[in-house]
Nanobody, 124 residues
């Protein structure tokens, strides 16, 4: 079992930045791909970023490409999502998740464990 806790969300003005953190406990995530997802009210969940076990491969959705970056520190059992140039449409609850394999995983069905989420609100 893995427990995930996201932090770093909050209220920010458009154009601002936030850095989300996801700390895992219960077991090491160093051999697992990790992902960040978001879901806004009335919208489908979106896989905004993903990273392979060794950071060799990363993925960012077209909607956030060039603005968001995923990284990880396996020694700290932690994954990060750096979000720059935030827009009101980035407002959502952001979740991190543990992939079923070490290679990069895209799509929610490829993830087993999920955190409770952290709210990000971007004001215009």
């Amino acid at each position: 079992q893995v427990q995930l806790v996201e932090s770093g969300g909050g209220l920010v003005q458009a154009g601002g930045s936030l850095r989300l953190s996801c700390v895992a406990s219960g077991r090491s995530i160093s051999s697992s791909a990790m992902g960040w997802f978001r879901q806004a009210p009335g919208k489908e969940r979106e896989n905004v970023a993903a990273i392979s076990w060794n950071s060799g491969s990363t993925y960012t959705a077209d909607s956030v490409k060039g603005r968001f970056a995923i990284s990880r520190d396996n020694a700290k059992n932690t994954v990060y999502l750096q979000m720059n140039s935030l827009k009101p449409e980035d407002t959502a609850v952001y979740y991190c998740a543990v992939g079923r394999a070490g290679v990069i995983q895209i799509g929610g069905s490829s993830y087993d464990y999920w955190g409770p989420g952290t709210q990000v609100t971007v004001s215009s």
